[in-house]
């Protein structure tokens, strides 16, 4: 039975696979007062399928690789 669970453990852990982390870098312009444009960068060990950014103004968020975003006045 030992045997057995080894060999079980064994072949579940030859089976899986780690996820890498993405390193992701992002730049921000000012345009004019309160709106920036954004500009992500991102490189994986495979191809990078979306982003997401949250401006924390509790605007929507957006999917754009690069977005633009104007924040209310304060």
């Avoid at 089976?15 to 992002?26: D, K, L, R, V």
């Avoid at 982003?51 to 999917?63: A, C, I, L």
């Amino acid at each position: 039975m030992k045997q057995l669970l080894f060999l079980f453990l064994f072949s579940l852990l030859s089976w899986t696979t780690i996820a890498q982390p993405c390193s992701t870098i992002f730049t921000y312009t000012q345009q004019s007062g309160s709106s920036f444009q954004f500009v992500g960068t991102a490189t994986g060990p495979g191809a990078i399928t979306n982003y997401v950014w949250h401006f924390g103004d509790g605007s929507p968020t957006s999917s754009l690789q690069s977005p633009s975003h104007t924040y209310a006045a304060s």
